[in-house]
């Protein structure tokens, strides 16, 4: 079946830095792929939707200039979190659709826990 | 997509049969029923998906009403292994991406 992997599972950064995650589909091509963001004890709160070759269309309220999504692989999508702050800190999932026909089912990654100390 | 509405827990004794509710009332003809879970600290994982028949897979059945408007997940003989949190999402096909609007889901404990 459709695998999705994310890098890296876990990252520790200092406040004020940017921390780079990369989201990839190992065995299938996605024009469409969507980050995710969960606090503990909560839902998945949807951020973007990442469009290969285009720009990425950001759900109300999540900044896009804080959260840079580039998606320029039918492969690969990258979330980059810009001058993190410990309030950043989260567990970040991405999601990618297989466009194959017939496959309308979404596959998640594993996840990446960012801590911000 | 149509709101869903899930009770926010669940026990089930191991073996037994794992009955998970949803009620999804303003459903459109055109939305599908979805369902997902999520284990401790890992992405969600995918279950089943029904738009009005019933549906069996290898992991679970689903069961749609004929007015569409609840759904039940029945995982038949619950292990340890199913403890997760349960979402039940209704959304179109490929409307707006195909994206999932997750609600707060169903976290169901499986005890021996």
């Known amino acids: 079946g459709a695998v999705v992997s994310q890098h890296p599972s876990w990252v520790i950064c200092k406040s004020g830095t940017s921390v780079k995650i990369e989201c990839r589909s190992l065995?299938?091509?996605?024009?469409?792929m969507f980050w995710y963001r969960q606090f503990p004890k909560q839902s998945l709160m949807l951020m973007a939707t990442?469009?290969?070759?285009?720009?990425?269309?950001?759900e109300q309220g999540v900044e896009k200039d804080k959260f840079l999504i580039n998606h320029a692989s039918l492969t690969l999508s990258t979330l980059t979190v810009t001058s993190a702050h410990p309030e950043d800190s989260s567990f970040y999932i991405c999601?990618?659709?297989?466009?194959?026909?017939?496959?309308?089912?979404?596959?998640f990654g594993a996840g990446s826990r960012l801590t911000v100390l | 997509d149509a709101k869903t509405t899930q009770p926010p827990s669940m026990d089930c004794a191991e073996g037994r049969a794992a009955n998970l509710p949803c009620n999804h009332s303003?459903?459109?003809?055109?939305?599908?029923v979805y369902w997902y879970r999520q284990i401790h600290s890992q992405g969600p994982q995918y279950i089943i998906h029904?738009?009005?028949n019933n549906e069996t897979n290898e992991m679970a059945s689903l069961i749609i009403t004929e007015d569409r408007k609840s759904s039940t997940l029945i995982l038949p003989h619950a292990t340890l292994r199913d403890t997760a949190v349960y979402y039940c999402?209704?959304?179109?096909?490929?409307?707006?991406?195909?994206?999932?609007?997750f609600g707060q889901g169903t976290e169901l404990s499986v005890k021996p």
């Open positions: 990442s469009n290969e070759g285009s720009k990425a269309t950001y």
């Open positions: 999402i209704v959304r179109v096909g490929h409307n707006q991406g195909g994206k999932l609007i």
């Open positions: 029904g738009l009005k």
């Open positions: 303003t459903i459109s003809g055109n939305e599908y």
């Open positions: 999601s990618a659709r297989d466009g194959r026909a017939g496959a309308n089912v979404l596959t």
């Open positions: 065995d299938f091509q996605a024009t469409t």
